[in-house]
């Protein structure tokens, strides 16, 4: 069958720089597991796992150098690598241990399946999957379309009953995406970053504190800049998870549907006054994540969609919760409908304009919030957890998601270890908290 080669997408070439110029090539591995309170049949399971993977085309996405440029095509199914892990017997702590050295192995990318699966029985008996996939062609809601897809099958399959419908498949979204930059949407998002980075210069916040920038401009032997260091080829991370409990998420949803503000731009405003505080600044910036899955078939699919843009608030005093929250619930609308156009090339506005080096910027924070709940029909209690793979490209990355169903979220930081330390994550977490609380009682 002749190849049918595909240019790598925006989002693909970001990563794949992320781990060309990294000494830790598992960069782009994305970790994750299901557990829950319900006895699985290995040889179903199986069954079902071959299927899913034959449904959902981003699975056979090959990485080939053709004319020293790095290209994409969609192999024929190969069946899946799945494997069995059982931690009967085995402490919570030897588990986890396992399976984030699991997690540290580089997937495959030249010309090779980019996933590894097992089947997973957990020290308390429960049963579900490990998952370790390539960012390269899954983002985190296409892993939540994957498992709720796989259950699906595996419940149609032992109660002999109509398969689910079948995932969108990814290569005609890829083929759109690729035809992007000839259309008037381009020149309208193009427009619009142009107009929206048309504004002072950002400074540079650091979740350290503003002690980050007066060494970089001690090094630079520079009092003036406003920007800082963004990458590091020494890129081990560390991962640290923390919750936000049932009770405050309540409070949270409760606000933010009485006063038409989304949860995210909750927790983007606690996140940026926690800078604002240690850099002792009001004018803070940062990167927020995109999924681009507005519409049906987008959600529907797998394929690796996610963008990240600048978002840059600047409150005074003056500025109180509600009206914070609004304003950043404002600007994220406006970059949703914008967020198509390359990454790389709304950071060349700036970039340009400020005369900032290639390795320099103004945004080292990102945070991606995609609390999707994952539950099976017939209301079986499930637990997921991210695992971290020791590395990371960005200094700091806050992945906020859904736990278990229970109505409490996961607040997964990643950071890297020679730069940031757990004492500084645990108290921008309790901070953020507080904050939340209090602007919640006003």
């Not at 794949?16 to 830790?24: A, E, H, L, P």
């Amino acid at each position: 069958m002749d190849k049918k080669y595909y240019d790598l997408t925006a989002a693909q070439k970001i990563l794949f720089v992320s781990q060309k110029y990294t000494i830790y090539k598992q960069v782009n591995n994305i970790c994750t597991s299901v557990l829950m309170d319900k006895e699985l049949d290995y040889n179903i399971m199986k069954q079902a796992v071959d299927i899913a993977y034959k449904r959902n085309d981003a699975f056979r996405i090959r990485v080939v150098e053709v004319d020293k440029e790095a290209k994409q095509y969609f192999a024929e199914h190969e069946e899946p690598y799945l494997s069995y892990l059982s931690f009967t017997g085995i402490s919570d702590e030897d588990m986890d241990k396992k399976l984030h050295k699991l997690a540290k192995k580089k997937v495959s990318n030249f010309g090779k399946q980019m996933s590894r699966i097992y089947f997973l029985r957990s020290n308390d008996n429960r049963c579900g999957l490990f998952f370790v996939v390539s960012h390269f062609i899954m983002d985190s809601w296409a892993i939540t379309t994957f498992y709720k897809d796989v259950f699906a099958v595996y419940e149609a399959i032992k109660n002999s009953t109509e398969m689910p419908k079948p995932l969108y498949p990814y290569e005609k979204l890829l083929k759109e995406e690729l035809h992007y930059k000839k259309t008037a949407h381009y020149l309208k998002d193009l427009a619009f970053w142009e107009e929206e980075l048309d504004a002072s210069e950002p400074i540079y916040t650091h979740v350290n504190g503003a002690i980050e920038l007066e060494k970089y401009r001690k090094k630079k032997n520079d009092d003036s800049l406003r920007y800082g260091p963004f990458f590091t080829f020494f890129s081990n991370a560390n991962n640290t998870m923390l919750p936000f409990p049932k009770d405050l998420v309540d409070k949270m949803e409760e606000y933010c549907t009485e006063n038409k503000i989304t949860m995210q731009s909750v927790v983007l405003l606690a996140l940026r006054s926690y800078l604002a505080k240690v850099n002792n600044v009001d004018d803070v910036s940062m990167y927020t994540i995109v999924a681009r899955r507005g519409k049906l078939k987008e959600k529907n699919t797998g394929g690796s969609r996610v963008h990240y843009f600048p978002l840059r608030t600047i409150f005074s005093e003056e500025d109180d919760f509600k009206s914070s929250s609004e304003f950043i619930r404002n600007k994220l609308s406006s970059i949703f409908k914008h967020a198509n156009i390359n990454p790389r090339e709304v950071a060349q506005i700036t970039n340009e304009k400020f005369d900032v080096p290639q390795l320099g910027t103004y945004f080292i924070g990102m945070m991606t919030f995609q609390p999707v709940k994952l539950q099976l029909t017939d209301g079986t209690r499930i637990e997921t957890k991210w695992y971290g793979n020791g590395a990371i490209a960005t200094p700091f990355y806050l992945t906020v998601m859904d736990g278990d169903a229970s109505g409490g979220l996961k607040f997964y930081y990643e950071y890297h270890k020679n730069r940031v330390n757990e004492d500084t994550i645990k108290k921008l977490h309790e901070f953020m908290i507080d904050y939340i609380e209090e602007g919640i009682k006003e």
